[in-house]
Each structure stands twice: as structure tokens, then as C-alpha cells.
Antibody, heavy 115, light 110 residues
């Protein structure tokens, strides 16, 4: 059964860093583009970053460009999101999903940034 | 950037009655590969979002057939033929044709 499992969330102070992981199984990970999307408490969905299937191209939302880096390890079937210089407004539940069809979607990991 | 505009923002519904949500795009969502990557997601209270409809009209596994999606180009619609209590929640349209965009959401409430 195909699944995506996020991990790495937690509570962190403003200005610090955190690295999220998304472990894929049950489908050909290396054939899919991937993205991260987040949902702040009580808010809608906001895409954060996406990466081509082979890691050759990345694209970021303006709100995180220059602070977040998306990457992947196709040998480990894992997607990453390195989040630096975190801000209180980055507090959200972070999900990973396949691109462009969102055929697979994880259960999310919670990131809380305190001031 | 593509903008997805959902309407209405809030949708009071009556159990057993139909309901409809509109999603309008600022650009055509037909990809160069011929596919229209327009999805609908449902977020029930306290749960993670789940995809209901993919590629405009394809129901995902386990989704009741009272849900249907339609549309072409820039105008899309999610319909619930007969609303049930478990359908309460927030519905989002989302496009993956030109990078990614999510609509602002429509809150469906009894």
C-alpha cells in the first residue's frame, strides 16, 4: 500500500532550524515530482516547495524562498525540507505529496515556532 | 501566478439536498501533456485533508458516488448530489498544472 510518512516536526524557537523528512513506500518514488504544503492553525492550505522527480529543479513559495530548501534522496525514497531562520508564522502542519497530481498525500507533521 | 477563486466561501446545506461549489482559475488548467490537474480536497473537522476528486472528475477510491467533479479550462465545479452529515467540513480546489495553487476553501455546514 502506497504511503507517505512525515517526521521531524516539533517545537523550536524563532530563528532556529528544523529538518522535515517524508518517507515514501509502495509506489515508484523516483518517478514522481514531490512537494510540501502546510496548513497554519485555522487557515487554508499553502504550498511551500516542490521538486522535480530527479531533483533537477526546485520551486519555492515567496514566503519561504531563501529560508527553506527542498531536496530528495531517491535511493532512500525520502523527501526533505530544510527550514532555516524559522518564524512564528511558519507554525503549521506540514504535509508532503506527489506532484502534479497529489496522488499520494501524507498525514502531516506539526511544526510550532515560538517567539 | 495562477489564482483559484472558490465560491461561495460558506455554504449552508440541508441534509438530503444537493450542494455545489465553484472554482474559477485565472488561467487555463490544461497542461501541455493534455491533462487538467484540478483536484478537490475535503477537510473534515479535526482531520487531515484528503483528496476526493482528481483530474477534474475522477473520484478517488472510497469516495461516495454522491460526489462529482466537472468543468473545463478555467471553470470547475464540485457537486454533492445529496448532502449527508459526514460531508460537513472545508473543501478546497487545487491545481497542479502551473506549479501549485490552492483555492481559499468553502466551508460546508448544516
Amino acid at each position: 500500500q502506497a504511503q507517505l510518512v512525515e517526521s521531524g516536526g516539533g517545537v523550536v524557537q524563532s530563528g532556529r532550524s528544523l529538518r522535515l523528512s517524508c518517507a515514501a513506500s509502495g509506489f515508484p518514488f523516483l518517478h514522481y515530482g514531490m512537494y510540501w504544503v502546510r496548513q497554519a492553525p485555522g487557515k487554508g492550505l499553502e504550498w511551500v516547495a516542490l521538486i522535480w522527480y530527479d531533483g533537477s529543479y526546485e520551486h519555492y513559495a515567496d514566503s519561504v524562498r531563501g529560508r527553506f530548501t527542498i531536496s530528495r534522496d531517491n535511493s532512500e525514497n525520502t523527501l526533505y525540507l530544510q527550514m532555516n531562520n524559522l518564524r512564528v508564522e511558519d507554525t503549521a502542519k506540514y504535509y508532503c505529496a506527489t506532484y502534479p497530481g497529489s496522488d499520494y498525500w501524507g498525514q502531516g507533521t506539526l511544526v510550532t515556532v515560538s517567539s | 501566478d495562477v489564482v483559484l477563486t472558490q465560491s461561495p466561501l460558506s455554504l449552508p446545506v440541508t441534509l438530503g439536498q444537493p450542494a455545489s461549489i465553484s472554482c474559477r482559475s485565472s488561467h487555463s488548467l490544461v497542461h501541455s501533456d493534455g491533462t487538467t490537474y484540478l483536484n478537490w480536497f475535503q477537510e473534515r473537522p479535526g482531520q487531515s485533508p484528503r483528496r476526493l476528486i482528481n483530474r477534474v472528475s475522477k473520484r478517488d477510491s472510497g469516495v461516495p458516488d454522491r460526489f462529482s467533479g466537472s468543468g473545463t479550462g478555467t471553470d470547475f465545479t464540485l457537486k454533492i448530489s445529496r448532502v449527508e452529515a459526514e460531508d460537513v467540513g472545508i473543501y478546497y480546489c487545487m491545481q497542479g498544472t502551473h506549479w501549485l495553487t490552492f483555492g481559499g476553501g468553502t466551508k460546508v455546514e448544516i
